[in-house]
């Protein structure tokens, strides 16, 4: 025969939580990093307005960090190809899929490229000055950079 006793059962103290978890300061985000990785990942819709001029720079932001993007994925594959015209297709966040056709010529790079979003498309059409002498500085050769009309 089992005993019991007659003293009710002790109940566990609840841990102290404090000691558990991190310091919920250490944890946060500025307000503008936010802002940068959302506008990173967002669907390419416009902003309904009101932030002055700080989404301008966020946005100027977010567009280096895919020119930068761009480039890391290009030109790799434009140092080692070895069979012209190169075709490749990549990915960038929430620009989707973009073609690209590479083609080397005398003294330099003939790269086009065709986005299948129209907001690629845009937003491609505004920074290609810059995308193409991003290409050029780290192939230290020129490069044109065009785009491909949407049918």
Not at 48 to 62: E, F, H, R, V
Not at 126 to 143: F, H, I, K, T
Request: hydrophobic content about 35%; some cysteine.
């Amino acid at each position: 025969m089992k005993q019991v006793s007659v003293n009710p059962p002790e109940r566990q103290r609840p841990r102290e939580s404090r000691d558990d978890r991190a310091p919920e300061f250490g944890a946060l985000v500025p307000w503008e990093q936010g802002r940068l990785f959302a506008r990173l990942f967002d669907d390419g819709g416009q902003d309904s307005g009101g932030y002055g001029a700080s989404l301008n720079g966020i946005k100027a932001s977010g567009d280096v960090a895919m020119i930068g993007a761009l480039t890391e994925q290009l030109a790799p594959r434009m140092l080692v190809g070895s069979q012209w015209p190169l075709m490749a297709v990549f990915h960038l966040g929430r620009l989707g899929r973009i073609n690209a056709s590479i083609r080397r010529e005398q003294g330099g790079w003939n790269v086009e490229l065709h986005a299948e979003q129209d907001n690629t498309v845009h937003w491609l059409s505004g920074v290609r000055q810059q995308c193409e002498q991003r290409l050029a500085q780290s192939l230290r050769q020129p490069v044109s950079l065009y785009l491909a009309k949407s049918t």
